[in-house]
């Protein structure tokens, strides 16, 4: 059966729950700030598509003056890439003989595609797919005190760089990391150290990609860097206000969610469980904040429910059949749970866009 999306001009009180909703005002807000700080810093923007993996979403981030796209798999890449996205930075190491394929298959549909390495390995992959025709552009990821991907020292991403020059189908085209939240001294002390070094190896370092969003307005902290990365700024969500990086106010994504139990005095459950409100506590020891009852917490979630604690609670819980907006600790997460995003302008819906790379994650 095909679920009956709501009309524009739909109020948002008459949406069935659970289901997440955009504030137009807030998302274009946010999408101006963001790409203002950038600039501002002097370095050009790359959003990060994973946070609403929606193209509508993305053309916006782009007409504010955004160079290029970052996914992070290469069918999220291919969903943007026959939406029309030609600069698309994927940044995540690229193994197996079918993704090489299919990698190849979308450096031959856009013309800027580029990727990332960490190891020999994924270079060796790489090398045997591409040739010197049509060369691939690639970045060396470099572990800053992320501690997540990346090569460990300069020497080594110099190392590295080395042997992607020496490959016909490949081209060097700088250096990439995804760092450590307050660790921007650590990430321009390593890219002066890796420029230098592959200047004296007499190769240029064109672009010098720093990342993420929990440290996303201490971008102008790394001066080295020619580009930022970041993708939750677009929605944010209750990570980015606890991180300073927004207030309540900015945040377009929230869950529409139903009071379905009032079980005991001091417990309420809501439709909105882990198939709608990310597991991922990040830190927080609940789910997720309730708008107007910050008190109730949210303390457990399975598949369809989830549940409210009331205990700190002063004032009183909406009854059952209340609607209630939930905000979500990670909205990323929250974009691959649904298969369409619905937008409103105080409260009315103004358009229904799917969400073009859901479960594209490989």
């Not at 609403?52 to 969903?79: F, L, M, S």
């Not at 995540?92 to 298959?105: C, Q």
């Not at 939240?181 to 890796?194: C, L, P, R, S």
């Not at 409210?308 to 059949?321: M, R, Y």
């Amino acid at each position: 059966m095909t679920f009956p999306w709501p009309a524009t001009g739909t109020r948002i009180e008459d949406l069935p729950t659970p289901l997440p909703v955009i504030d137009e005002d807030r998302l274009a807000a946010n999408i101006t700030r963001a790409q203002a700080y950038i600039e501002q810093s002097g370095k050009t923007f790359r959003p990060h598509i994973k946070t609403h993996k929606i193209p509508a979403v993305a053309r916006q981030q782009v007409d504010a003056g955004a160079k290029g796209i970052n996914c992070q798999k290469v069918t999220e890449a291919e969903v943007f890439a026959d939406a029309g996205f030609e600069d698309i930075l994927i940044t995540f190491n690229i193994l197996g003989t079918s993704k090489l394929a299919r990698l190849k298959t979308l450096h031959e549909k856009i013309r800027a595609l580029k990727v990332t390495v960490d190891s020999e390995a994924t270079l060796t992959g790489l090398a045997a797919t591409f040739d010197a025709e049509r060369p691939l552009s690639v970045l060396v990821e470099c572990d800053t005190g992320g501690k997540r991907c990346g090569v460990q020292t300069p020497q080594a991403a110099t190392t590295l760089a080395q042997s992607i020059d020496a490959q016909p189908g490949l081209h060097f085209a700088g250096i990439l990391t995804y760092p450590a939240v307050g660790g921007a001294q650590e990430v321009e002390n390593f890219i002066v150290e890796t420029v230098k070094q592959l200047k004296a190896q007499g190769l240029d370092c064109p672009i010098r990609s720093n990342g993420g969003s929990p440290d996303f307005y201490s971008a102008h902290l790394v001066p080295s860097a020619t580009e930022h990365r970041a993708g939750t700024y677009v929605y944010n969500d209750r990570s980015m206000v606890r991180a300073g990086h927004c207030k309540i106010g900015d945040i377009a994504m929230y869950i529409l969610a139903t009071v379905v139990s009032r079980p005991a005095e001091n417990r309420a459950v809501l439709d909105c469980g882990s198939k709608a409100l990310t597991s991922d506590l990040l830190g927080f020891s609940d789910f997720g904040t309730i708008e107007g009852f910050e008190a109730a917490r949210i303390v457990s979630l399975s598949e369809e429910h989830a549940v409210v604690d009331l205990s700190d609670c002063k004032v009183d819980f909406p009854a059952i059949g209340s609607m209630v907006r939930v905000i979500p600790n990670h909205t990323c997460v929250v974009s691959n749970l649904f298969d369409r995003m619905v937008f409103h302008r105080n409260g009315i819906v103004t358009r229904v866009e799917d969400v073009a790379a859901r479960g594209a994650v490989w």
